[in-house]
Each structure stands twice: as structure tokens, then as C-alpha cells.
């Protein structure tokens, strides 16, 4: 019997591959499931400090992807 986990076989990696970076927390669209579009919704809208994202930067050399995610969606832009 193998051990799944050795070090040669491992689909572990010693850094995140991917890294999913909501930049802000503001969205214009009314999605009726949303939690957001309760009449007792108590949420705060905002963006990314830059300090928070500066803060991301040691993790970039070892991604293989940064997404950078909001929810406002953008007429006009193709
Ligand atoms: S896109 Fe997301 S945050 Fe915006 S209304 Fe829909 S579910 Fe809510």
C-alpha cells in the first residue's frame, strides 16, 4: 500500500496557484437572490485599500493566476 501524501507524489503545492482578490464590495446589480437587496440589509460598500492590496504583493511571484474580482458591471465597455 502507497502513502498518497509523500513528498514526490503530493498534489500539494507550498504556495496557492491561484489567487481571487474581490476589489471591491459594491455591485449595481439587484439580483433577487442576493442578500444584499434585503430591505434590512446592513452591509458596508467599499473598495480595496491599497494597503490591503500592496500587502498581496509577496504572494504574486508564485501564482499562476491573479483574478481580480468585483460585481459592477460596466456599460459601454466591450
Ligand atoms: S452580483 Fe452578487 S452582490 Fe451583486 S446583486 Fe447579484 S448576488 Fe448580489
Redesign the pocket.
Known amino acids: 500500500m502507497s502513502i498518497l501524501l509523500t513528498k514526490e507524489k503530493s498534489a500539494l503545492r507550498p504556495y496557492p496557484a491561484k489567487l481571487f482578490v474581490e476589489t471591491t464590495t459594491r455591485?449595481n446589480?439587484?439580483?433577487p437572490m442576493?442578500l444584499?437587496?434585503r430591505h434590512d440589509a446592513e452591509f458596508l460598500e467599499g473598495d480595496i485599500s491599497s494597503d490591503t492590496f500592496m500587502a498581496l504583493m509577496p504572494a504574486l511571484p508564485t501564482l499562476e493566476a491573479l483574478v481580480l474580482n468585483d460585481?459592477v458591471k460596466y456599460e459601454g465597455i466591450r
Open positions: 455591485c446589480l439587484q439580483c442576493c444584499k437587496q460585481n
